[in-house]
């Protein structure tokens, strides 16, 4: 899997969005919306959620930080220029003041329990610092720099701050904290609006802007800058970034129509490592078993002979355009198929849940082929045939559809065998 097309979320943005994560499968995305207060939308690995008001009165854009399973931390400049807190924990509190004169829309990340780093831009145009240590909020420091847009931070170890800005040039610059701050350095680039940064590992950093010809662009950190990749778009303000598992990316930006846009890169698909370590052959392997467990029969092992024979089916069916969902023939091994709209916006698990959700038409007995209510049961039958004893899996898109296609050794769904 590549990253995904833009799909539109709705709603009406007057800012660059943020974007955060605080558990696997989760995204909490904001923006401002023309009546100046904050909107915000949540993924939940099943759906989006309809739009919610935080109100406000915010005269630039918003950041989001978490630093715990269900907190989330947002922050806006205010039409004061001061910069404003709230904060989820179960329940939202109240907006409070942590003073400051701005200019931009400000930048938030934790880098451990309890501990947040805010960044804006001053009126002088350096960038400012304050941060939260579980107990006070710091003073304000100032960092430097010549900055012409917003901020962005991103963390990727304990104690480790890296941000980025764009400076009067159009460059990204990027300067970093490991016990102390380095000088600012130039990453190149021409951007008209502030970027934005995320990590999803130990030294790993993802970094975006919106370039001058209004697409997103990107540039990443593994032990060097890789190039500027062009990620397209028709971009209206600036971008943000979330990263809810490792090789997971989500990118955020409002179009010229003001909508929020949602574009995604799920590194996990794009080979499945030998092994079930690997995170796509762990979910996959969790899904199936939990169904194999509620009927008493052996967990299926993973096979990687299997996922490479699944995966020529799989871009087969993404080659063809729209969601045509045909068996293959002659291969001697059980098939499952699921496809869905847009990629990225079904889990792994939600997929094995949809061929799971068959066995309210199962009852145990000969296998026929349909439930007894006539129902379709053959994706479950096969999940939990008792002789089946592995299964590989592959995932392709064509940018509109997604595929998952798993295979199954032995193959079940034998007419006249009982089951399970």
């Not at 796509?280 to 299926?300: C, D, T």
């Not at 068996?327 to 847009?342: A, I, K, R, Y």
């Not at 000969?366 to 999940?383: K, P, R, S």
Request: a negative charge; charged letters at 15%.
């Amino acid at each position: 899997m590549a990253w995904t097309n833009w799909y539109n979320l709705g709603g009406v943005c007057s800012s660059a969005p943020a974007a955060v994560s605080w558990g696997e499968n989760r995204i909490d995305a904001f923006v401002i919306d023309t009546g100046n207060t904050i909107s915000h939308i949540a993924w939940d690995g099943y759906n989006w959620s309809a739009w919610d008001s935080l109100s406000g009165d915010c005269r630039y854009g918003v950041a989001a930080a978490s630093w715990a399973s269900n907190r989330l931390d947002i922050f806006t400049i205010a039409t004061d220029g001061s910069l404003y807190h709230k904060a989820w924990n179960g329940a939202w509190s109240d907006w409070e003041t942590l003073g400051g004169r701005f200019i931009s829309a400000p930048s938030a990340v934790s880098w451990g329990e309890n501990r947040i780093d805010v960044f804006a831009i001053g009126t002088d145009n350096a960038t400012y610092h304050i941060a939260w240590d579980g107990s006070a909020w710091s003073g304000w420091e100032n960092l430097g720099g010549d900055s012409r847009y917003g901020v962005a931070a991103a963390s990727w170890a304990s104690n480790r701050l890296d941000i980025f800005t764009i400076g009067t040039d159009g460059s990204l610059y990027h300067k970093a904290w490991d016990g102390a701050w380095s000088d600012w350095e130039t990453l190149g680039g021409n951007f008209i609006s502030a970027p934005a940064a995320v990590s999803w590992a130990g030294n790993r950093i993802d970094a975006f802007g919106i370039g001058t010809d209004n697409a997103t662009y990107h540039i990443a950190w593994d032990s060097g800058w890789s190039g500027w990749e062009n990620l397209g778009g028709d971009c209206r303000y600036g971008v943000g970034a979330a990263s809810w598992a490792p090789g997971r990316l989500d990118v955020f930006t409002s179009d010229t129509a003001g909508s929020l846009n949602h574009k995604a890169w799920d590194g996990t698909a794009i080979s499945v490592e030998p092994g079930a370590a690997n995170a796509f052959a762990q979910e996959i392997l969790a899904a199936h078993n939990r169904y194999r467990a509620e009927v008493g029969v052996p967990s299926l092992q993973w096979s990687d002979s299997l996922a490479a024979d699944a995966q020529p089916w799989a871009d087969y069916l993404a080659s063809l355009g729209g969601l045509n969902l045909i068996h293959s023939e002659g291969t001697g091994q059980g098939e499952s198929l699921f496809g869905g709209s847009p990629p990225g916006a079904f889990s792994l698990t939600r997929m094995v849940d949809d061929w799971g959700s068959e066995k309210k038409s199962f009852v145990p007995g000969a296998f026929t082929g349909v439930g007894f209510d006539g129902g379709v049961i053959g994706h479950y039958t096969q999940m939990i045939w008792r002789s089946t004893t592995h299964v590989g899996c592959a995932i392709a898109n064509n940018g509109q559809d997604e595929f998952l296609v798993c295979r199954y050794s032995p193959q079940g769904n034998v007419i006249g065998q009982y089951v399970p």
